[in-house]
């Protein structure tokens, strides 16, 4: 009698077992497309906000293409520094 009431229970448990896999499967997968998504929207925000001039299109400061040149009329031309008016 005890050996049927073992196999029972232990077929009660390989089933709870099966399931509780099938389970964590499940959440493993949905857990790993919800932090792609997030990873994927937290690099767009990094590119846009810290980017330091044309990282993101590859422009860097002389480059023709990208948003850059905006950017050294508006710190007065390059590496920091004002010109001195010229004096003749």
């Not at 998504?37 to 480059?63: E, M, N, P, Q, V």
Request: proline share 0%.
């Amino acid at each position: 009698m005890g050996s049927i009431v073992s196999a029972i229970g232990s077929a009660i448990n390989a089933i709870i077992s099966a399931i509780a896999n099938v389970f964590e499967t499940i959440v493993s997968a949905i857990v790993t497309v919800l932090v792609a998504i997030w990873d994927f929207i937290i690099a767009i925000l990094c590119c846009r906000c810290f980017s330091r001039g044309g990282t993101a299109t590859g422009a860097g400061y002389g480059g023709t293409t990208g948003t850059t040149t905006g950017r050294r009329r508006r710190f007065g031309g390059g590496f920091g520094r004002r010109r001195a008016a010229a004096t003749y």
